[in-house]
């Protein structure tokens, strides 16, 4: 997964580190950014179903409509079943329970589930959304096992409304499906930060890293992006100082990360298309 504060570049380096992995195996570019640029990056609308984009490499953008149509397809027969069996309701019940804050958090990454149990691909390459939406759709995978498990002690007290339907089935498959979900994150996962050399972008990626530590994925590292070169700033004072400011969060950075990996990429000109730019990005990544 790539990580990091809002416009530092994760997608650009998820992109060519999936360019990279393509070329020895099949590869899955995925995308739960919002605001994700994954189609005008390959020229083609991503936000219906998996598409090849290159040799060896499929992409998705996963857009909020796209998750719940897979999550009623796979869930809305059994919840309408449970619930129908003790409330007068007509199946608009599905729509409210859809709008229920964190459902598609849950099974965003149920489709990242799927996906990786799949086998079909060899590497799946993660782009998130910034930070904070990264680190609650984490931390609320932990949140819904404690509340299925608290779901379970409720339904032994009220089972005896229920005469046709056994909803802990349900239940104890949303709670598997969870258990399934952290120990993917856990033991399949691992996080590259991405940062800016600037004081904000820096700060929050040394938290994130300490955040997803915590949660239990490995951090293999940082990846510094747009990194100024000498040569092209000491011929004007404005870029002068703008360096010396990037050398500075740069230090602070590579101190923090206490010996951890940190990659630098240079500021490069050119238009984040599969060849050229990104090209060019993935040489300077190798396999991350």
């Not at 799927?114 to 931390?139: M, R």
Request: charged share 20%; aromatic share 10%; hydrophobic share 45%.
């Amino acid at each position: 997964m790539f990580t990091g504060k809002g416009g530092v570049g994760k997608t650009t380096m998820a992109v060519a580190t999936a360019l990279k992995y393509a070329q020895s195996g099949k590869t899955l570019l995925i995308s739960t950014d919002p605001s994700g640029s994954l189609s005008e990056i390959f020229s083609q609308a991503l936000d219906q179903q998996v598409t090849e984009v290159a040799s060896n490499l499929d992409a998705v953008e996963l857009t909020r409509k796209l998750v719940l149509d897979l999550w009623r397809e796979k869930f809305g027969d059994e919840i309408y079943t449970v619930l129908s069996s003790f409330l007068p309701v007509g199946r608009e019940i599905i729509d409210y329970i859809e709008g229920a804050p964190g459902i598609e958090d849950e099974f965003m990454l149920d489709y990242l589930l799927t996906k990786a149990q799949s086998n079909i691909y060899q590497t799946i390459v993660w782009d998130t959304a910034p930070t904070v939406t990264t680190l609650n759709l984490l931390f609320i995978q932990q949140l819904f096992y404690t509340h299925l498990t608290q779901a379970q002690k409720v339904y032994l007290k009220v089972k005896g409304v229920f005469t046709h339907v056994d909803p802990l089935a349900l239940i104890n498959k949303w709670q598997q499906l969870t258990a399934q979900i952290i120990a993917m994150l856990q033991s399949e996962t691992t996080a590259w930060v991405v940062a800016n050399p600037e004081r904000l972008p820096v700060e929050q990626a040394l938290n994130i890293a300490a955040s997803l530590t915590a949660f239990g994925i490995k951090v293999n590292g940082f990846i510094l992006n747009k990194m100024l070169p000498l040569e092209l700033c000491n011929t004007h004072p404005f870029w002068q100082a703008k360096f010396e400011s990037q050398q500075r969060w740069r230090e602070r950075l590579l101190q923090a990360a206490d010996g951890q990996r940190v990659t630098e990429i240079p500021e490069l000109s050119g238009e984040k298309m599969a060849h050229g730019f990104l090209a060019e990005v993935s040489e300077l990544l190798g396999k991350p």
